[in-house]
């Protein structure tokens, strides 16, 4: 709780009952994780290190919530005896939040919790089928693998089981750590379009890789769900992910993506999760970081309902 006894991202004061434009979900899922652990304690984390962060944004005129109702909920728990339980409870969680009346914003845990809210969007007001949305994911990691450490439902396979479920494409940005398996889906799955960190970040001289990704963000058209696993940014920024990478984005680099993906007038970005956080054994740069990223992705949506009031 922060000094003024709010729980709430941002440390904000909300109505009771609403309306909401925004709506902050908590999913502390911790089942899979492979390496590193802690993703149980990263919402929280998160939420508390948002406390912390400035509520100005260049996008906007005032400082946040600049108007907007936002709506910091109560976290998921379940004590559910296996993964697909835990996750079909996070669906039953998440589907009143989804359908098209708030703009969810999803704090995890595990990238697993992707998988229920894909199948939660096949209720959604926008999307007559789940060929229609785009997936734009930012991670170090393809999350490709059919199967990892025998489990289909792993964070290390929530995007092939998206692709499962029908997604129509997925854009890949930051990508540097992957198996052959998913190496060869990326090359033959023409829905996936993968942008390579090696080749985003390279110092070459003339490379227009990263301009290249950014115009491609803007042909995107329809409905976009944000997928943003913190190991996407440089491992130096976040320390305590569960695997943190060397070689990945920088803050402002992230910032860009997000700026161009909402501003873009052929798409609409219809909510986004920030996972795999986990809170910092000592100091507080994971946590912090994904509060910043999620504060982002908050202020550029409340400026695109600003213009289209406007």
Known sequence: MDESGSTNFLGLKESD??????????VPLEMTSSYGEGTQHGPLACVEASWQVELRDSVLPEDLPCGAGIHTAEPWA???????DQLD?????ISPWIAGGQFPLVLGGE??????????????????DLSDLTIVQIDAHADLRDRLNGERFSHGTVIRRALDLGVGRVIQIGVRAFS???????????????????????????????SRMIRSLSGI????????????????????????????????????????????ESCEVIGADVNEIVPDAE??????????????MMACHIAELSSKKG
Do not use: C
Not at 78 to 84: G, I, K, Q, T, V
Not at 89 to 93: A, L, P
Not at 244 to 264: D, K, R, T, Y
Not at 287 to 295: H, V
């Open 221 to 264: 058209s329809g409905p976009v769900w944000l997928t943003f696993d913190v190991d996407g940014l440089d491992g130096s920024l976040v320390p305590s992910t569960g695997t943190p990478v060397p070689g990945g984005l920088s803050h402002w680099g992230a910032v860009e993506v997000i700026e161009n993906l909402f501003s873009s």
């Open 17 to 26: 009952s609403g309306p909401w434009d925004i709506v902050v979900l908590q």
């Open 180 to 210: 052959l398996e998913e190496e060869e889906l990326m090359q033959s799955e023409d829905r996936i379009e993968t942008w390579l960190a090696r080749d985003l970040l390279s110092v070459s001289d003339g490379n227009l890789e990263w």
């Open 283 to 296: 100091g507080s740069l994971t946590q912090f970081s994904a509060a910043l990223i999620a504060t982002k």
């Open 111 to 128: 990238h697993g919790i992707l998988l229920p809210i894909v199948e939660s969007l096949s209720d959604h007001d926008m999307i007559a």
């Open 89 to 93: 409870s996070i669906r039953e969680y």
């Open 78 to 84: 379940s004590d559910a005896p296996s993964l697909r």
